[in-house]
Nanobody
Framework: EVQLVESGGGLVQAGGSLRLSCEAS????????IGWFRQAPGKEREGVSC????????YYADSVKGRFTMSPHNAQKMVYLQMNSLKAEDTAVYYC??????????????????WGQGTQVTVSS
């Protein structure tokens, strides 16, 4: 059974950093498309970052490019999201998601089949 469990959220001041973790079970991280998403109150879920297993490259939303880094670790069965220079507008519930697909990845949340429960990130200004 595919399961994803996020952790690492919390309260941080603007300009600070957090590292989110997504623990994967029931599948091999390298064989799946993996994405990080977030949803703020009253807003739609949006893609933050994703990695394609075909080339291992990470793709980022323009709003986080240069500040966030996504890194999968297959041996550890973990996927991390390092978030630096956090802003108040980064406040949201963050989710990791996966799909059994090796040919690419997308920031569109509708693409993914498996989701974690989410972890809250709050950035105070």
């Amino acid at each position: 059974e595919v399961q994803l469990v996020e952790s690492g959220g919390g309260l941080v001041q603007a300009g600070g950093s957090l590292r989110l973790s997504c623990e994967a079970s029931g599948f091999t991280v390298d064989d799946y498309a993996i994405g990080w998403f977030r949803q703020a109150p009253g807003k739609e879920r949006e893609g933050v970052s994703c990695i394609s297993s075909s080339d291992g490259r990470a793709y980022y939303a323009d709003s986080v490019k240069g500040r966030f880094t996504m890194s999968p670790h297959n041996a550890q069965k973990m996927v991390y999201l390092q978030m630096n220079s956090l802003k108040a507008e980064d406040t949201a519930v963050y989710y990791c998601a996966a799909k059994d697909y090796v040919f690419g990845a997308t920031l569109n949340p509708k693409f993914y089949d498996y989701w974690g429960q989410g972890t809250q990130v709050t950035v105070s200004s």
